[in-house]
């Protein structure tokens, strides 16, 4: 199912991408210096600071540099070349988010490691590094699902990059990361926003877990993956061949 | 190698192509030609099962190939990292990519981007992958248009040696009655989504023009049918008398597609 030389095809295809570098690697560190260096002395406001820079790392990746690359893929006619020579949607899909994540991964590290030293603050502790990765990866699956069906859906690249910026925007205002937006009783419910105050006091812990925030991203996961798999079938039901 | 029965393809409620019955043997190359919007591409969509279609299409391999008329690729790397990546290789541990891309004459174009390609160069590369997979069943889809002469030259030169050797069966929708007189064995000739001539271009010359024709001023339109060989010499006498400019020919396939489409019988 896994193709090496494909998969290295989408790292290249990602590296080869400003915009996903640029928002996937650049702009939490800078955004998240930017205003750090006005709480420098506060603890509590740069660990929240941090979890919320860092929680826009796959929001950018995907929202912004993935579903640029993907929808003009689409409307160009990319996709279906590349389900001609034997990668499904699905294999393809699945390429796609292997690299995407590994990505998010890697400027997830280089982001702490910038932002902590910058600010001179501990490393989380290991136990809320696994959890942070996991919550990095979970965010990923479901912002990749969710650009994947509206690309399916729209086709054009105008049409799903619009949809995807407001996107992108609205749940950097809604999660509390850009503004202070009061959303009542919805913020205890919206995973980043959860991440972020629940973690903000627990980065050193070693026992703490937050299992709601994975079971609400699971669950999110799970009706996106229903839906997708409606849609994607939809799609291909005419095809008798690939 | 495909066989079609009862196909119908509509467009909302335009019926866009009927085929009732059509069969292509292993190995076979065959020519599509027709107007544009004919239904040629609908044929090959509907093969392909892009496209909803009423009817049964059979394929009997599951290794079919496509070259589309207009090619993209992305943009964000090389054209031999887009290669590897499409096909899960490396060109240099692969003999047969490697012999591919000499054969199409492509190494100096692999460190290039796509969209720094030519037209033809486009067609190449989009070529060397989809053969790599030594499809048995190919469909080339208006493959040369836009193309400039020599580059549609050189490409119908590498594909006939390699279809040569290769045995593949193609279809091959195209504008260019010179590559069906270069690589096809058979005619098919679609009018308003019908098919209005299905045979080897001889047969079809012989039915619907005779034993041979004089083609004037090089246009079809004034073209002179002749019936039995013994009147050739007269037509011609009549024309060198005349100062026309004309020439000979038992196979000319602008001629049979020309006379195809007028549906007159020699």
Not at chain 2, 189 to 194: E, N, P, R, S
Not at chain 2, 226 to 253: M, N
Request: net charge positive; hydrophobic share 45%; proline share 2%.
């Amino acid at each position: 199912m896994i193709k090496k030389r494909k998969l290295v095809f989408e790292f290249q295809n990602l590296l080869g991408n400003i915009i996903t570098l640029f928002f996937g690697f650049a702009f939490a560190p800078m955004m998240a210096l930017v205003f750090g260096n006005s709480y420098a002395n506060v603890p509590q406001a740069l660990n929240q600071l941090y979890l919320g820079f860092f929680c826009t790392i796959p929001l950018s990746m995907v929202f912004v540099g993935f579903s640029s690359l993907f929808s003009q893929e689409v409307e160009q006619g990319f996709t279906l070349r590349a389900e001609l020579f034997g990668y499904s949607r699905v294999s393809q899909a699945l390429h796609k988010f292997m690299a995407l994540t590994v990505f998010v991964l890697l400027s997830s590290i280089i982001y702490s490691w910038i932002f902590l030293s910058h600010f001179n603050l501990p490393l989380p502790n290991a136990v809320i590094i696994g959890q942070m990765a996991i919550f990095q990866i979970l965010n990923t699956a479901v912002y990749f699902i969710i650009v994947f069906i509206l690309t399916t859906i729209l086709k054009k690249f105008s049409r799903v990059y619009g949809i995807s910026m407001i996107s992108y925007f609205a749940i950097m205002i809604i999660s509390g990361i850009m503004g202070n937006m009061d959303v009542g009783k919805l913020g205890d419910y919206l995973p980043i926003k959860l991440f972020v105050t629940n973690y903000t006091n627990h980065l050193n812990d070693t026992d703490y877990i937050s299992g709601k925030i994975g079971l609400y991203l699971l669950i999110l996961l799970g009706i996106l993956g229903v839906i997708l798999k409606v849609i994607v079938r939809n799609k291909n039901g005419n095809k008798h061949q690939y | 190698m495909l066989n079609i029965k009862n196909l119908s393809v509509s467009y909302g409620r335009k019926v866009a192509l009927t085929v009732p019955k059509l069969s292509i043997n292993k190995g076979e190359i065959i020519g599509v030609m027709g107007k544009s919007g004919s239904g040629k591409s609908t044929l090959v969509n509907s093969c392909l099962g892009l496209i909803p279609f009423k009817g049964r299409v059979r394929i009997d391999t599951d290794d079919v190939g496509i070259l589309m008329q207009e090619q993209h690729y992305v943009d964000t790397m090389t054209n031999q990292k887009m290669i590897e990546g499409m096909l899960n290789t490396r060109i240099k541990r692969d003999k047969k990519l490697t012999e591919l891309i000499d054969f199409f004459d492509f190494s100096d174009q692999l460190s290039l981007h796509f969209k720094n390609l030519s037209g033809g160069q486009k067609q190449r590369m989009s070529l060397i992958m989809v053969l790599y997979q030594e499809p048995e069943l190919l469909f080339l889809d208006e493959m040369t248009t836009g193309l400039d002469f020599e580059s549609r030259q050189a490409l119908i030169s590498q594909l006939k040696i390699y279809f040569k050797q290769h045995q593949t069966t193609v279809l091959m929708v195209t504008h260019y009655a010179q590559e069906i007189e270069a690589l096809a064995d058979k005619l098919l000739v679609i009018h308003d989504g019908q098919v209005k001539a299905f045979d080897e271009p001889k047969n079809l010359f012989k039915q619907y023009i005779g034993y041979s024709a004089f083609i004037v001023d090089n246009h079809t339109e004034k073209s002179i049918k002749v019936q039995q060989p013994e009147d050739e010499y007269k037509v011609a006498r009549r024309l060198i008398d005349d100062g026309d400019d004309f020439r000979r020919t038992q196979s000319d396939i602008e001629l049979v597609y020309t006379e195809v489409m007028k549906g007159q019988r020699a």
